[in-house]
């Protein structure tokens, strides 16, 4: 194919900010003085075409991508850290700013989904060892041809027409990470996804590529997919192109895991306009809706699969173990507010949200969670474990239960001051067994 080339100056020099700019006019003076050449590639490039903002900078040079770092780090007053085999590191500004540097280089594989066997090469062969055409652009930063695009792969006419295309047959069979990219990158631009690749892809999915991948890899993929701004229907991609298998073989996007997709959808609006200080885990929520009709054994053997960490596999597990019941129970005709906040009080945001959207269909205990979320679990004693203290009572058991107590009065509206709920305490101590 032949290389597309045109220059990009002007356009840099409006859509970056000041400080890119200076960063990437410093890296193509390096890049001269050292007898390299050096490019902006990957993501930045695309979204510069996009008009989208990118704070990603990578830079690719023909030549020692470690010496250029150095180098470039002198002069920017930055650190290198990161360096690696394969020829990258990471240049850290001030202010946290950090550049990823790389070595042009070309890949090959021992065999499918292993990491890869590495060396120098050219900016084409670079570019065409990436996952996709509109990822494979660069921008030559040297003075004198700054702004110079290097599109060999037609990266920019994809982009006009809207299309995530591979690179080559075996693309997918490389790195099939890249089938979950796919879809991350044509819903996030609601791109297609066109046929060739899409074959690709499937021929990817049947061989079952993920058993020679690092799980952790798969899950990365998976918490950027579920972290994008409308991660349903990268969810219904991913079914379409029989990706969800490999979270867990029995999910499937039928018409009621496509109702509680939809569901979360409408109560994570609900709740970012509610309560937009806070920032629940939203991969997290996506994570779980799937899960749902796992039994809690399969949920969890699958969290420790995918390796999450402990307290996100218990959010997990907690948004499915007795959730039916508790449920049935917030759904009764009468219930106070400690006896709301009883069934509420041990999951975590992210469950409560899962909790929400299952519950869509009863406006009663829609309702109920809504009070509890903007309400209920916001109230707080006023008397502390040191009143208990003062009033004879020693550390132990009986703190929790006695000031439980005090808290769900206070919830049901008996207690108003902080007055109150020492005399509460006063009369249940007595009350409350010494030993729970």
């Given amino acids: 194919m032949k290389t597309r080339s045109r220059n990009l100056k002007a356009l840099i020099e409006e859509k970056t900010s000041h400080r ?25 490039v695309r979204d510069l075409f996009l008009g989208v903002e ?34 990258t590191a990471i240049v850290t500004l001030r202010g946290g700013f950090k550049v990823d540097v790389a070595t042009a280089r070309q890949e090959y594989y021992e065999r499918p989904a292993a990491l890869p066997i590495v060396e120098a090469s050219s900016i084409r062969e670079d570019q065409f060892r990436r996952d996709f055409t509109i990822n494979a ?28 295309r591979a690179l080559h047959d075996g693309s997918f069979i490389d790195d ?16 297609k996804i066109d046929e060739w690749t899409k074959k690709l892809i499937k021929q990817a999915t049947d061989l079952a590529m993920f058993d020679e991948l690092t799980i952790e890899r798969v899950r990365d993929e998976l918490v950027l997919i579920f972290s994008e701004k409308n991660p349903v229907r990268a969810i ?14 029995r999910i499937k996007f039928n018409k009621q895991l496509r109702k509680l997709l939809g569901n979360l959808k409408e109560v994570l609006n609900w709740f970012r306009s509610s309560l937009p200080k806070e920032k629940p885990s939203q991969w997290l929520i996506y994570f779980s809706a799937l899960l749902h009709k796992l039994t809690v054994k399969e949920a969890r053997a699958t969290c420790q699969r995918f390796h ?21 129970h917030l759904g009764k005709e009468k219930l106070s507010p400690s006896q709301i906040y009883c069934q509420l009080e041990k999951l975590s945001l992210e469950s409560l949200l899962v909790v929400m959207a299952r519950a869509r269909a009863s406006r009663i205990v829609s309702e109920r969670v809504s009070l509890y979320l903007r309400e209920l679990r916001q109230v707080k004693l006023k008397v502390t474990g040191d ?23 206070k919830l049901d509206g008996s207690l108003k001051t902080k007055r109150d709920e020492l005399n509460y305490v006063k009369m249940n101590i007595s009350k409350t067994p010494s030993k729970a």
């Fill in 20 to 44: 890119v700019l200076r960063i990437v006019s410093v890296a193509g003076e390096v890049a001269q003085e050292m007898d390299y050449s050096a490019y902006l590639v990957g993501g930045v």
């Fill in 54 to 87: 990118n704070l990603d900078v990578d830079i690719t040079v023909e030549g020692d991508g470690i010496a250029f770092a150095k180098k470039l780090a002198e002069h920017l007053s930055g650190r290198v850290k990161g360096i690696t085999r394969f020829g």
């Fill in 137 to 164: 652009m660069a921008i030559k930063l040297n003075p004198g041809e700054f702004g110079k695009l290097i599109d060999s792969f037609g990266g920019e006419r994809d982009l006009k027409k809207g299309v995530v």
């Fill in 176 to 191: 099939p990470t890249r089938i979950f990219r796919a879809v991350r990158f044509s819903e996030r631009y609601q791109f």
């Fill in 236 to 249: 219904k991609k991913m079914a379409e192109l029989h990706e969800l298998k490999f979270i867990h073989p």
């Fill in 308 to 328: 999450l960490s402990r307290k996100d596999e218990e959010k997990v597990i907690r948004s499915k173990e007795g959730i039916s019941r508790k449920l049935r």
């Fill in 387 to 409: 009143d208990l203290k003062e009033l004879g009572l020693k550390p132990g058991p009986r703190f929790a239960k006695i000031l439980k107590k005090a808290l769900y009065a």
